[in-house]
């Protein structure tokens, strides 16, 4: 393991460490909730819900109402609300994008088949939304509500920009503020609202949660064309099969040749590929410094983020929500 993978494996037991004893009870909350009599419910579920993510949404909800120095329980529920709409949506998704892997693991579709899948990320929304109204928080409800509503329009931009070499840096990043970026914000937004701090303080971790995000989405759309995760037996370049127009892709096409705009439009619009072209294409993104540039934006969200903690009090939880922007970064690298 090299420093920077064991410097960001610090950076996320630091993080698990500190609210270790809360996300024990959202795990307990998140089993007890996908409980059904109908028995492919929590086998489905299970599937996906075990598979090795790390929780990075409801732990950034638990961090920020630690931050804000919340002592009472609501934010145990809610970030377990928040893992279920993640986890609807990743069941959704892996349907609309026919995927059979994920995190190098056969995908709830893959194994159980897209009707159960779609229909369990369903009954996972809805055991979403009944912990939102158990809150009794109209605020509360109102954040994911709108969260999950600008979710669904994000992969609604994101089908409409698929295979379409005229989207731009803008609407891409429309798409991925949509589709990631804002449950990051609603998960940092609730931590300061149910410790009743100030609207400064509300925002101010808003913009964290959401330049966060967008870092994330950022350093995810360059690991997939990475050697790296190769070499750790992920798979690469499914957005490359499937014609997603990230912003590597986007850069790569603006600075290209005649030539090499002929090869885009073959392979992402009339999605004709052949074995080589996913290499060919790796290649024109290093030609043209699409990796950095896509991570020089990483960056600049960085700076975002660093800017909306310097209002909160220097400590340990202030430092490691710092510390998880450099670990999200890094992710690209």
Known sequence: MDARAHSSQEVLSTLQALVADDLRRVNQVIIDNMQSEVGLIPQLAGHIVSSGGKRLRPL???MSARLCGYQGRRHVPLAACVEFIHTATLLHDDV???????????TANAVFGNKASVLVGD???????QLMTRDGSLEVLQILSDASAVIAEGEVMQLLTSNDLETNEAAYLRVIESKTAKLFEAACRIGPVVADRPRSDVDALARYGMALGVIFQLTDDILDYSAEQAALGKTIGDDFREGKITLPVI???ERGTEDERRFWSRTMEQLEQSDDDLDHAIGLMRRHDAFGET??????????ARQSLAGFDDGIERRTLDDLISFCIARGF
């Open 295 to 304: 991570l020089r934006r990483a960056e600049a969200y960085g700076n975002t």
């Open 251 to 253: 850069v790569a096409y």
């Open 123 to 129: 009954f996972l929304f809805s055991r979403a939304f």
């Open 60 to 62: 950034l909800l638990l």
């Open 96 to 106: 609309v994008d026919e995927s059979a892997l994920r995190r190098g693991k056969a």
